[in-house]
């Protein structure tokens, strides 16, 4: 009953954050791609959001998924199957596609509390702990494969470890399909099962499920490689250069911000002061763990450690730098089950009470939030009839303008600008530019339409706000 009510109140707080918080820029890439439109054909010059309505609202077939992401994407297709069929029962909206993965998180956290029962964990404070984990949360509410992939690492977790406790194979075998269709949903995923594999392979009484383990996850990683050698040029210039000074730096910051959030942002000028006081509870926790070392803490400390040291193999390999908070997020919930397991209730108490902190952060702070549908809203705000919105048409026509336009009224006059194109006023009462800078190619067009707008005689600034720069069109061709 007291993990029913826990759910309920998961379910809540989860649901809530789906809601409240605006669009983001790879979450139109789910949309459009299950939609049958993977780059959203946009129309010339003006156009309302009503014109392209059904560029949301669409289906794609299975296979029209499969080849839209060989050709054009970085990821496998099992999320964007799933979310195809979740969206066919449910509807295609926006809200809808991220309710999915709140169903994903809540399954994550059923396999938190069946692992640390199992494990004579104190349940409901690794529990706590995950689920109020920034990157948790945050991958937990978006409509990106994310959720899906941390539910099948952990039900392939659990089922090893049921696998070595009722000395059956099955479950091994069970585990490693469930982590081969975690990698089969992200790529990345793959970190945590090959550290369970070396778990299983570390010990001689488990040493016997590994290979029933490996054979189940086999099948999926050789799907994985046909996807990945048809997209090993897509996006090749995502991530910065790999140095490894920066990339330790980008590490330490991004995995501070898996577990605590934007905290040191919200502080202003005692930012500094922050951060290393949420450094030094994480190392008290650390400490902690070492310090008590539970006889299961190797099940545990070894796919928390897993992602951020695969991300440093992966950039010393291909010379870049993949480092975000939602990859290194795959670390989280095993994080929750050691410090549980570790750590005496003052602290635990300490660090769930710097978790809610974080998790306001991510429901109301701005600095946590992407611009294009804030952006939007704050065009709408001006309320005037005929004006003329401009938005970055950005890299590829989909992270930029896919959620402004979702979030835009329906009516409302819009074009889509270049880099080095010039938008058509003559008609317009009044000129609103988004100045949105998501990518290379928006922070062109924008810079580049600003300057030109500022150029012409008969524009006269107006008021404006932080995503928005307003002009009157005074020009004698709209005057007539």
Not at 138 to 160: E, H, M, P, S, V
Request: glycine letters at 8%; a positive charge; charged letters at 10%.
């Amino acid at each position: 009953m007291r993990l029913s009510g826990f759910l309920l109140l998961a379910a809540l707080l989860l649901t809530l954050l789906a809601y409240q918080r605006p669009a983001e820029y790879d979450e139109a890439y789910s949309i459009f791609l299950t939609a049958g439109h993977a780059r959203p054909p946009w129309p010339q010059g003006v156009f309302t959001p009503a014109e392209v309505a059904g560029f949301y609202a669409g289906h794609a077939s299975l296979g029209q998924i499969a080849q839209d992401l060989k050709t054009g994407d970085v990821h496998p297709p099992l999320y964007f199957w799933v979310l195809e069929f979740w969206r066919r029962v449910f509807g295609p909206g926006w809200f809808t596609a991220r309710l999915l993965s709140v169903v994903f998180s809540l399954g994550s956290l059923g396999m938190i509390a069946w692992l640390a029962d199992a494990a004579e964990i104190p349940v409901f404070p690794a529990l706590g702990i995950a689920l109020l984990s920034y990157g948790f949360a945050y991958t937990g509410i978006i409509a990106r494969g994310f959720a899906l992939a941390q539910f099948l690492n952990l039900a392939g977790a659990g089922l090893l470890f049921h696998a070595c406790r009722k000395k059956r194979r099955r479950f091994a075998i069970a585990g490693g399909i469930a982590f081969g269709a975690a990698s089969f949903t992200n790529y990345l995923a793959s970190f945590t099962g090959f550290s369970l594999l070396l778990w299983l392979a570390t010990a001689r009484r488990r040493q016997r499920y590994a290979l029933p383990a490996a054979t189940g996850m086999a099948p999926f990683i050789l799907l994985d490689c046909g996807f990945f050698l048809a997209q090993r040029h897509s996006r090749s210039g995502q991530f910065a250069a790999f140095s490894a000074p920066h990339a330790l730096a980008l590490l330490a910051k991004d995995f501070g911000a898996a577990m605590f959030g934007g905290l040191p942002l919200y502080a202003g000028r005692a930012g500094l002061e922050v951060a290393i006081a949420l450094l030094l509870l994480f190392l008290i926790c650390a400490a902690g763990v070492i310090q008590r070392n539970h006889k299961h803490s190797a099940l545990f400390a070894l796919p928390a450690i897993a992602t951020p040291c695969g991300l440093l193999a992966l950039g010393l390999m291909f010379h870049n730098t993949p480092i975000e908070i939602r990859y290194l997020a795959f670390s989280t919930p095993f994080l929750a089950l050691l410090f549980a397991a570790s750590l005496p209730r003052n602290v635990v108490n300490t660090l769930l009470a710097v978790e809610v902190a974080a998790i306001i952060g991510l429901a109301a702070a701005p600095g946590t939030m992407q611009p294009q549908a804030l952006a939007a809203q704050q065009a709408a705000s001006f309320h005037v009839q005929n004006a003329l919105v401009l938005v970055p048409f950005g890299n590829d026509g989909v992270g930029i303008p896919g959620p402004f336009i979702a979030a835009t009224p329906p009516g409302t006059r819009l074009e889509l600008i270049h880099p080095g194109a010039t938008p058509n006023l003559a008609d317009a009462p009044v000129i609103i530019l988004a100045t949105i800078s998501g990518d290379e190619a928006s922070r062109a067009a924008t810079a580049q339409t600003l300057q030109w707008l500022h150029a012409q005689p008969c524009l006269t600034p107006g008021p404006a706000t932080r995503l928005t720069e307003v002009f009157l069109n005074r020009c004698p061709d709209h005057q007539r």
